[in-house]
């Protein structure tokens, strides 16, 4: 079979190569959260509430971890019935504005989540310094890129 495509075939082995690392740290993060009993998405979820520039409106941090708002949903209602976070409606502004609020149970969640994160740190500390900033600045190209192509802004 004949390939016809244009894409460099080193572009493709990039793309892989960079699929692997996503999912291999990712597992080694799932690991450690186990123990805290949340998801990567409920431990993401939870850092962005507590932690980011993001006013805890759920449509907001739909978009700040870039998942669909029903995928979001989903983990919110889930983390809920957990009890790890409780939904009220936003008073002040008309709409369906829903404002996610960390519980007590949630806080505790996050910083036994906060105790293993370790393990980041010994994987990135295979960079130097200098290409983790290097790395960093490639990444934000290439997801600053792939946003323009699906008509989204860019951080």
């Known amino acids: 079979m004949v390939d016809n495509s244009s894409t460099d075939p080193k572009d493709i082995d990039l793309w892989i190569l960079l699929t692997q690392a996503q999912h291999?740290?990712?597992?080694?993060?799932?690991?450690?959260?186990?123990?805290?009993?949340?998801t990567d998405a409920q431990a993401g979820l939870l850092h962005v509430i507590r932690n980011e520039d993001v006013p805890p409106i759920q449509a907001n941090v739909a978009k700040f971890v870039f998942r669909e708002p029903h995928t979001v949903f989903s983990t919110v209602k889930t983390m809920e019935k957990k009890g790890l976070i409780k939904r009220r409606k936003d008073t002040a502004k008309k709409g369906n504005r829903v404002i996610i609020e960390i519980t007590k149970k949630g806080e505790e969640a996050y910083q036994r989540s906060r105790q293993n994160v370790d393990v980041i740190t010994e994987i990135m500390d295979c960079l130097s310094e200098k290409q983790k900033d290097q790395l960093r600045k490639n990444l934000s190209k290439v997801r600053d890129a792939a946003f323009q192509k699906l008509g989204k802004p860019s951080f």
């Open 24 to 38: 291999a740290v990712l597992r080694v993060r799932e690991m450690d959260l186990k123990a805290a009993g949340l």
